[in-house]
């Protein structure tokens, strides 16, 4: 004779009822769920999302989002003033110090001064050299790029913003190094969108920039920005689609593609600043400071 085997019971209890709009929230906090955690979960429903640790947006209050709104505007006109003053035969501590007074000028600090060790106020990084280049005697000639970087410290919050300059007639890889970058920077705003994923900017800036046969360097990547320079997302300016961080409302960061004509390799001078390509071939970049709204984003320092 055989033992019949019974089914183990489940012991599985139903919790799943679907909580009301106006019952308490799940959470114990005491509010009703439409005032806490509804809409969250309706976004996490949406989206598909089910780890608790991604945050599905962050609060901003008015004065935060205002006080980015002005930083990000100074570092805007800062730049737009080097723009209209730059010229070959000046030398790039003369920029440094239009960066230095018109920041001060507008009560404002300029956020790369001293901060790590750096020693001037903007930096300025002339054909092979990458980012983070530091005014000197050098004087500005005919065919040179520069980019300039300005970052502004204003009551507390930072903005970030740069652009690559052609001085005169240049050559027509010059030309090609920054159109190119600023396409990057053009299309990786463009993939920018509230519940998609930090590694979709850097999907089409690779994309773009290889088939141009252009490389991205990978050393150096944009940054969540607000009452600190640098902080939480990195933004790698290459990546797959669908990878990275969740993009939320609420989120302040930049994207600031580094593009090399030649290989991606980056070598960094004694100072321990400067960043050129190993190759010395050119590179460009453009910058700007972008925030996620609800429906979008917004580009703050255009
Ligand atoms: N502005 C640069 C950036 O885009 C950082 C410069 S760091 C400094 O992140 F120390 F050189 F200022
Ligand atoms: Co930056
Ligand atoms: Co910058």
Not at 38 to 60: G, Y
Not at 96 to 119: C, E, M, R, S
Not at 273 to 291: C, P, R, Y
Request: aromatic share 6%.
């Amino acid at each position: 004779m055989t033992r019949v085997i019974q089914p183990k019971q489940s012991i599985i209890p139903v919790v799943n009822a679907k909580i009301q709009r106006n019952d308490p929230c799940w959470c114990g906090s005491g509010k009703k769920y439409k005032k806490c955690h509804l809409k969250e979960d309706e976004v996490k429903r949406r989206f598909n999302l089910s780890s608790p640790n991604e945050q599905t947006v962050i609060n901003r209050s008015e004065e935060f989002i205002q006080g980015m709104r002005e930083t990000c505007q100074l570092a805007k006109n800062t730049l737009q003033m080097v723009a209209d003053n730059i010229q070959i035969g000046i030398t790039t501590n003369q920029i440094n110090t239009w960066v230095h007074q018109y920041t001060l000028d507008h009560g404002a600090i300029p956020a790369p001064l001293n901060y790590k060790g750096f020693p001037k106020s903007t930096c300025t990084s002339i054909n092979e050299v990458i980012c983070h280049g530091i005014p000197d005697d050098t004087i500005l000639k005919e065919g040179d790029i520069i980019n300039v970087d300005v970052t502004c410290n204003l009551n507390g919050y930072f903005g970030d913003t740069s652009r690559t300059f052609l001085m005169g007639e240049c050559s027509e890889d010059a030309k090609k190094i920054c159109s190119v970058s600023e396409e990057c920077l053009r299309r990786g705003i463009a993939a920018v969108k509230p519940y998609g994923r930090i590694g979709d900017i850097g999907a089409v800036i690779q994309e773009y920039a290889h088939s141009m046969n252009c490389s991205v360097v990978e050393k150096f990547v944009g940054h969540g920005i607000g009452k600190s320079f640098h902080e939480e997302p990195q933004v790698p300016h290459f990546g797959r689609k669908g990878n990275g961080p969740l993009i939320v409302p609420g989120m302040f960061f930049t994207i600031e593609p580094m593009i090399n004509l030649g290989k991606k390799g980056v070598h960094i001078l004694e100072d321990n600043w400067t960043a050129m390509t190993e190759d010395g071939k050119l590179s460009a970049q453009f910058e700007h400071t972008i925030f996620v709204t609800e429906n979008g984003i917004e580009v703050m320092t255009e």
